[in-house]
């Protein structure tokens, strides 16, 4: 593993079926991003963590759900499937110990198609 | 809302010449200021960053910042073919207001280098 590796690379998903988007990263960093990139919305921000432990809402939480349970891990969960989630999700990563500064590294990305 | 605007483009330029990229941002405490870029069904990949006001040059590319115009820019000096992508502003969001707070995104700017 090199970054951060996100699974499956696409999917697709029957409405109302649950489903769990993977995201490793071997950097050590303590900050953890999840994101969806609509096209003609850019990237919203779903979820994110601070640090292992801990996680916050972004712009678009609504409908997903995520973990820390260590640093290495962040999956992102959604219950019961819609179409309208159907986007391509990225995960990022940083560390960010100073306010301001984060640089945010990209897994490749998961398309996942919700029919 | 915290918003990151950019001409969505196509922004077409010839082989060799200055590419100028434009983002406005609306949140004035913004600290942290990024441009990535985005070839089509690949991940962001950060190509500049910038914290100050002013210029900060990186080979071909040079980022400008001017927060009392909340206006962050993106020059790319002899344009190549390969520069043909999607450029990515991105400002730091303080989503949480720690350190590691994840960013917004602007929609992007799509720009054609013309052989």
């Known amino acids: 593993i090199a970054g951060i590796t996100q699974a499956p690379t696409s999917q697709i998903l029957a409405a109302g079926r649950r489903m769990t988007l993977r995201c490793t990263q071997d950097?050590?960093?303590?900050?953890m991003y999840w994101y969806r990139q609509d096209l003609g919305l850019g990237l919203r921000l779903i979820h994110y963590s601070n640090t292992a432990g801990t996680t916050g809402k972004g712009e678009v939480p609504d409908g997903y759900s995520v973990s820390r349970a260590n640093t290495d891990d962040f999956p992102l969960t959604l219950a019961s499937a819609v179409p309208s989630q159907t986007s391509v999700y990225f995960c990022a990563s940083s560390d960010s110990g100073v306010s301001g500064a984060n640089v945010l590294t990209f897994g490749a990305g998961s398309r996942l198609t919700v029919l | 809302q915290k918003e990151v605007e950019q001409n969505s483009g196509p922004l077409s330029v010839p082989e060799g010449a200055i590419a100028s990229l434009n983002c406005t941002y609306s949140?004035?405490?913004?600290?942290?200021f990024f441009w990535y870029r985005q070839y089509s069904g690949k991940s962001p990949e950060l190509i500049m960053s910038i914290y100050s006001n002013g210029d900060k040059e990186d080979g071909r590319f040079t980022a400008q910042l001017n927060k009392a115009s909340q206006y962050v820019s993106l020059l790319i000096r002899d344009s190549q073919p390969s520069d043909s992508a999607t450029y990515l502003c991105?400002?730091?969001?303080?989503?949480?207001?720690?350190?590691?707070?994840?960013?917004?995104f602007g929609k992007g700017t799509h720009l054609i280098i013309q052989p």
């Open positions: 991105a400002v730091n969001s303080g989503v949480s207001g720690g350190g590691a707070d994840g960013l917004t």
């Open positions: 950097m050590r960093h303590n900050a």
């Open positions: 949140d004035r405490v913004s600290q942290s």
